[in-house]
């Protein structure tokens, strides 16, 4: 079993600079994302109906988040009218309890696991380790993940950072009688043997959930493996977890939003598998669980919810398009970020998860290129969005509106100071031509260590003459 | 307050968005295949194909013989069906020496070994399917349960080739799926796959390696 630490980054940098050095994984990300990238856009080969379906996308779940208080309990009513029970969890910690409370009284021993992403946020594999249970991955990339002893590192593809030969040679040390064979169906069919005796000996499966219907009561989930149909009809109890933002007003808007999710998520039409799950075993029937949990995780996702931009942020779908086409995460990858949520969406997710003290660093991991917006299937402005979180964490701690947890944690005397300057130079004709006359005129006297920027770069030295100096020369000369 | 209400009071405080009209989707073309049926029936065929299951085309009479030929051709020693339908007791009238038939009648804890390790194959009728992205759609019942698609390595499955909806919506509306859902509803679009070792597709990770549509063309319904 994994033992996975708790999740609060030590340090960004330098896990990038690792990152970046580590030439095989870096080769191994780049080839992931421009496999993804491409079938991306093979998939949507009509910009016009892209765009059209980003719009209602878009709008479905704006309507959605307009509505949610009386999207949830609706939702709540019809599941419960279903038969399944409805939890509330506002921290990790409660989602957790409530778990434990679910699998002493079933006296599990055994919990399989379909993909689940709030299971991560949540650490609930460690905190089942901690009771005793045994949580299992059953996802193969993850299943891969975690017996490596490790996290997944994409949120649709999370064992994206090993190569097969690695696989084999982690199969070969960690399961008895597997010989080393580095044939991608070979090791897929390992895999299905173990997992298979451990589906059939769960106590609990537990799940993730793609939308929950408010109109019909109905947890939505979509894979290729067969593993969440596994998780959440073979053992006696199913609990599915999810943030409290994942609910669609409608059935009929799942369709809509399933046009977009595996197209952008992996450049698939569809997927294997829409599992449509309305409630446990009813009587007669000869399988399926008997009992059907739902927990609903706020942790931090009322703070993004309270402010009407960083309301957008809950639009999410989780498709990964971000980072499939974003520059930092090809470079990095997803351990670097430190999180349960990498990329761009982990950028603007994660500080009102874990708070600025710990989430900054990821805000400040992006270009602003937009690329992660262009591709958005809901259309979430993420480049505006880490702009507005970047000034609230650095916000003069005093006059912050505190709305966000660690509102101005980044507030930093000399950063502001440089910025007024700045202001007062760029923004007043006369001070700006003084300014680069000097700049110009001692330029030789710049600093040849200018921090972090000359530890890959050449210094930055002022040119002896301006532009503006140049451009007259010029016009004389033609 | 219970973190129910503290959750929703929360969200109830937040300041109202701009009123959002709940979004229309009457005017969403999907990418829907041409109106002739046998056009749609071509698209299908074709993705469901290109998604590595297997398409047979057949009829009302002679179905029952060419499941009984391709369990031959793929060693399907049982094969497991679900109770109480025609189809199921024309497929037992074949139970043989070499095919065992074999009839889904119990709750499955009482037999979940044998059903992981004793099944070849599974047999189930689907209610319809999607032209538009190739998919089948299953509601499993007390006849035929959830797992009889999921567990065996092989899935048959019978589709009546009138069943054919555009897209994923329209098999929803004309359907009445809102109104009326079962415990749990499938849309299956191939084998079970994966490609999570180094983007490498491999088939038959956790649920059937193989998928076999027998495509029904009689019009007479099985009641």
Known sequence: MSTVSRTVAPDFSERSRQAIGDEAQRTGIRGAMDFLQSK?????????????????????????????????????????????????????????????EIAARHQARLMVKGKSMV????????????????????????????????????????????????????????????SYNDNVDVLIQIGREVLRKKFAAADIGLSGVNFAVAETGTLYLVENEGNGRMCTTVPRVHVAITGIEKVVAKLEHVALLNSL?????????????????????????????????????????????????????????????????????????????????????????????????????????????????????????IPDLLIRLRNEAQANPQAARKALRDSGAKHHLLLTLVWRIWALLYGRP????????????????????????????????????????????????? | MSARERILARLSQASASEPQPLPNLEHWQPRVPPA????????????????????????????????????????????????????????????SETLHVMSYQRPAEQWRAALFEQVDAGFTQAKSAIAATGSLVLWPSSQEPRLL?????????????????????????????????????????????????QQTLAYGAHGPKELIVLLCHSREVSP
């Open chain 1, 261 to 381: 999710l595996p197209r952008s998520a992996t450049g698939q039409a569809v997927e294997t598998y829409q599992n449509f799950i309305n409630g446990p075993r009813k009587p007669g029937e000869l399988d399926g669980p008997e009992e059907v949990h739902l927990i609903l995780l706020d942790n931090g996702r009322t703070q993004a919810y309270a402010d009407p931009q960083l309301r957008a942020t809950l639009q999410c779908i989780r498709c990964g398009a971000c980072m499939n086409h974003c520059p930092v995460y090809a470079r990095i990858g997803g351990h670097a970020y430190g999180t349960t949520y990498p990329g761009p969406i982990g950028a603007i997710l994660s500080p009102h998860l874990l708070g600025f003290g710990a989430a900054y660093p990821l805000v400040t991991a992006s270009t602003l290129c937009g690329a992660c917006a262009d591709v958005c299937p809901v259309r979430i402005p």
């Open chain 1, 40 to 100: 991306r856009k093979a998939q949507f080969p009509d910009p016009q109906e892209l765009s059209d379906l980003r719009d209602l996308g878009a709008a479905i779940r704006r309507y959605a988040l307009a509505n949610l208080p009386e999207l949830l309990q609706q939702l709540e009513a019809r599941l419960t009218a279903n038969g399944v029970q409805v939890h509330w969890a506002e921290t990790p910690e409660q989602a957790n309890a409530l778990m434990l």
């Open chain 2, 36 to 95: 002739g049926s046998a056009e749609r029936l071509a698209l299908f065929k074709e993705l469901m194909r290109s998604a590595h299951a297997e398409v047979h085309d057949t009829d009302e009479q002679t179905w029952p013989e060419l499941l009984l030929d391709l369990a031959r051709q793929k060693n399907v020693r049982t094969l497991l069906v679900g109770n109480g339908t025609d189809s199921v007791a024309r497929l037992q009238s074949l139970d």
């Open chain 2, 149 to 197: 698609s999921l567990v065996p390595p092989i899935h048959f499955v019978l589709l009546e080739a009138h069943a054919l909806h555009a897209d994923l919506r329209e098999a929803m509306r004309v359907e009445q799926w809102a109104t009326q859902m079962p415990t749990n509803a499938l849309v299956i679009s191939g084998p079970s796959k994966t490609a999570d070792i």
């Open chain 1, 119 to 178: 299971s991560e946020e949540v650490e609930l594999n460690h905190a089942m380790q901690a009771a005793g249970i045994e949580a299992l991955e059953t996802d193969m990339g993850e299943y891969i993940v975690q017996l490596a002893g490790e996290k997944p590192s994409h949120i649709i593809m999370p064992a994206i950072h090993k190569t097969k030969q690695q696989i084999a040679t982690l199969f070969t040390e960690k399961l008895p009688g597997v």
């Open chain 1, 430 to 478: 006369r001070f700006y031509r003084w300014f680069s006359w000097c700049a110009s005129r001692f330029g030789a006297l710049a600093p040849r260590h200018q921090g972090a920027w000359t530890h890959t770069r050449a210094p930055l030295i002022p040119a002896p003459r301006r532009l503006r100096d140049l451009l007259p020369q010029q016009n004389r000369l033609d």
